[in-house]
């Protein structure tokens, strides 16, 4: 695992399928090989009547292992544990209840070319499988810290993306934290990486997604 | 022989895409009624004289060849024709395959030798006087790595000292490059043995991991240019500065992932960053952009 960076995938008048299929002929073109598929899931509880919200995320990559947010409206605190986390919160059931409708996923090819790992995700929403958009995920393997790799992994995105890259760095790095200095401007871009840091840039993309399929009913 | 075979088969090509362009004329004639008779048959008596010398050149190339004088001597691959079993009828191709990538570890192998030759490389140091070519070691070398190691200052790199046989002569230096990298360097006397490049989260602390390459291309290709510095750097007469160039070398690499290639000014090439350093200038380039 190294720095990833997700970036959704603007549409252009494609369809979903349609989309991840060129993408997937522009890889292997450039000499990706295909090794399996990937799965990230997100499923929210809430609590019956706190504002307080737990969302419960998987990752292929990451079998064996649940990574959980608890969300309080101000604070986000992740944590990671094994798998029977998720009966765990089936037993909490009646404090904390799933909601199905905004259960979203991302899925799709997963390949390899070099030291990087391109995932091509289709993003689905609630049981009937709403297709939502495309996330990119690019996990340049070697590299531990963002700020070290960014400019390398965005030169990756421009190669593979064309003018739809991303010239930015992701918000989720550059977003300043609470710390314990308040004279100290904290954010991510230069910590080490680790596993939970592509959970949470996929829950922040889920949630907009979420947005906006609730607008319309606002 | 096998000339003489080539270039009738060469002729019979040639015959053959000559044939066919008479046959497109005349198919596109048909077609295009427009086209007036007599620059058409100009066209189609050119080509078929075309075939006409292609069709000799074959009937010489052809006659040129030799019988063979008996049934071709195989080898035990003969008996490959007796093969039944359909799983086994791939092996002939193959074993054509490895034969000539046998052939060619052969004639890669001879012009490496003739390379190396040319220049030595030769990594102890013989005095001609001793009979027994004992490689020369300093009179103790602990306390000279120590020294060196304690006098190299460079940022953002930590090298530690481990001598896990228990013996003065061979140390274990471990250098952390930022968050960048791992390096294991053996040192005999003051000598480099061998240099191990990780990444930054790959296991070095067994000894056995000093053994096992880097599990990402980028590291793997450093180690590649470690190997080549070691010996760019080597000097038998003046060891601590050679092995203190070479650290100073490694400690360039903290930007591997941060710094363009100077030539070209990208970072990726073949999907890889620049992994090649300069070894006067320490200049961040590509494998390819060297020369
Ligand atoms: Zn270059």
Same mark, same amino acid.
Request: proline share 6%; aromatic share 10%.
């Given at each position: 695992?190294?720095?990833?960076?997700?970036?959704?995938?603007?549409?252009?008048?494609?369809?979903?399928?349609?989309?991840?299929?060129?993408?997937?002929?522009?890889?292997?073109?450039?000499?990706?090989?295909?090794?399996?598929?990937?799965?990230?899931?997100?499923?929210?509880?809430?609590?019956?009547?706190?504002?307080?919200?737990?969302?419960?995320?998987?990752?292929?990559?990451?079998?064996?292992?649940?990574?959980?947010? !608890?969300?309080?409206?101000?604070?986000?605190?992740?944590?990671?544990?094994?798998?029977?986390?998720?009966? *765990?919160?089936?037993?909490?059931?009646?404090?904390?209840?799933?909601?199905?409708?905004?259960?979203?996923?991302?899925?799709?090819?997963?390949?390899?070319?070099?030291?990087?790992?391109?995932?091509?995700?289709?993003?689905?929403?609630?049981?009937?499988?709403?297709?939502?958009?495309?996330?990119?995920?690019?996990?340049?393997?070697?590299?531990?810290?963002?700020?070290?790799?960014?400019?390398?992994?965005?030169?990756? !995105?421009?190669?593979?993306?064309?003018?739809?890259?991303?010239?930015?760095?992701?918000?989720?790095?550059?977003?300043?934290?609470?710390?314990?200095? /308040?004279?100290?401007?904290?954010?991510?871009?230069?910590?080490?990486?680790?596993?939970?840091?592509?959970?949470?840039?996929?829950?922040?993309?889920?949630?907009?997604?979420?947005?906006?399929?609730?607008?319309?009913?606002? | 022989?096998?000339?003489?075979?080539?270039? +009738?088969?060469?002729?019979?090509?040639?015959?053959?895409?000559?044939?066919?362009?008479?046959?497109?004329?005349?198919?596109?004639?048909?077609?295009?009624?427009?086209?007036?008779?007599?620059?058409?048959?100009?066209?189609?008596?050119?080509?078929?004289?075309?075939?006409?010398?292609?069709?000799?050149?074959?009937?010489?190339?052809?006659?040129?060849?030799?019988? /063979?004088?008996?049934?071709?001597?195989?080898?035990?691959? +003969?008996?490959?024709?007796?093969?039944?079993?359909?799983?086994?009828?791939?092996?002939?191709?193959? #074993?054509?395959?490895?034969?000539?990538?046998?052939?060619?570890?052969? *004639?890669?192998?001879? !012009?490496?030798?003739?390379?190396?030759?040319?220049?030595?490389?030769?990594?102890?140091?013989?005095?001609?006087?001793?009979?027994?070519?004992?490689?020369?070691?300093?009179?103790?070398?602990?306390?000279?790595?120590?020294?060196?190691?304690?006098?190299?200052?460079?940022?953002?790199?930590?090298?530690?000292?481990?001598?896990?046989?228990?013996?003065?002569?061979? +140390?274990?230096?471990?250098?952390?490059?930022?968050?960048?990298?791992?390096?294991?360097?053996?040192?005999?006397?003051?000598?480099?043995?061998?240099?191990?490049?990780?990444?930054?989260?790959?296991?070095?602390?067994?000894?056995?991991?000093?053994?096992?390459?880097?599990?990402? +291309?980028?590291?793997?290709?450093?180690?590649?240019?470690?190997?080549?510095?070691? #010996?760019?750097?080597?000097?038998?007469?003046?060891?601590?500065?050679?092995?203190?160039?070479?650290?100073?070398?490694?400690?360039?690499?903290?930007?591997?992932?941060?710094?363009?290639?100077?030539?070209?000014?990208?970072?990726?090439?073949?999907?890889?960053?620049?992994?090649?350093?300069?070894?006067?200038?320490?200049?961040?380039?590509?494998?390819?952009?060297?020369?």
């Amino acid at each position: 695992m190294g720095v990833t960076i997700l970036t959704p995938y603007p549409l252009q008048n494609k369809s979903g399928a349609e989309a991840i299929e060129e993408l997937s002929k522009r890889l292997l073109a450039l000499g990706a090989t295909q090794a399996g598929q990937f799965l990230v899931d997100g499923d929210i509880f809430e609590h019956s009547f706190k504002k307080i919200k737990i969302h419960v995320m998987h990752n292929s990559e990451y079998p064996a292992s649940v990574f959980s947010i !608890l969300d309080n409206g101000q604070k986000q605190i992740p944590l990671i544990t094994d798998l029977i986390f998720d009966l *765990l919160m089936l037993k909490v059931n009646p404090i904390y209840s799933s909601k199905k409708m905004i259960k979203i996923e991302s899925k799709g090819p997963r390949f390899e070319l070099g030291d990087f790992l391109v995932k091509l995700g289709s993003v689905t929403m609630s049981q009937n499988q709403n297709f939502k958009g495309i996330l990119i995920e690019v996990d340049y393997r070697p590299c531990l810290v963002p700020a070290f790799c960014w400019d390398l992994i965005k030169e990756f !995105l421009q190669g593979l993306l064309g003018q739809q890259a991303p010239t930015a760095i992701p918000g989720y790095f550059t977003n300043t934290l609470p710390s314990n200095n /308040p004279n100290q401007h904290y954010h991510r871009f230069n910590d080490t990486y680790q596993p939970i840091d592509t959970v949470q840039q996929y829950l922040e993309h889920f949630n907009n997604y979420r947005k906006q399929s609730q607008a319309p009913t606002i | 022989m096998e000339n003489q075979i080539n270039s +009738a088969i060469n002729a019979i090509k040639l015959l053959r895409s000559s044939v066919s362009n008479v046959f497109e004329t005349t198919l596109s004639a048909q077609n295009n009624s427009i086209q007036d008779e007599s620059s058409f048959l100009l066209e189609l008596q050119d080509q078929l004289s075309t075939v006409d010398v292609n069709f000799k050149s074959i009937e010489s190339t052809i006659n040129a060849l030799n019988v /063979p004088s008996g049934p071709f001597t195989l080898g035990n691959t +003969a008996v490959l024709n007796h093969e039944a079993d359909p799983d086994r009828q791939g092996v002939y191709t193959d #074993l054509v395959n490895s034969y000539n990538w046998y052939e060619k570890t052969h *004639l890669y192998s001879a !012009l490496a030798n003739t390379m190396l030759s040319q220049n030595s490389l030769k990594r102890s140091f013989y005095t001609s006087s001793n009979k027994r070519r004992r490689p020369t070691v300093p009179v103790n070398p602990a306390q000279l790595v120590d020294h060196m190691i304690n006098s190299i200052n460079t940022n953002n790199m930590t090298i530690k000292v481990y001598r896990p046989f228990g013996t003065p002569t061979s +140390a274990f230096l471990h250098v952390n490059l930022s968050r960048v990298m791992k390096a294991a360097i053996i040192l005999r006397g003051l000598v480099i043995e061998l240099v191990t490049v990780k990444g930054f989260n790959e296991p070095l602390d067994s000894v056995d991991d000093h053994w096992i390459e880097s599990r990402y +291309a980028v590291f793997r290709k450093i180690q590649d240019h470690a190997h080549c510095a070691m #010996l760019h750097f080597y000097s038998p007469t003046f060891a601590e500065l050679a092995t203190r160039s070479f650290i100073t070398w490694l400690a360039s690499y903290s930007n591997i992932f941060s710094e363009p290639c100077k030539r070209c000014q990208r970072f990726l090439l073949n999907n890889l960053p620049p992994t090649y350093r300069d070894f006067r200038s320490l200049e961040p380039l590509h494998e390819e952009c060297r020369h």
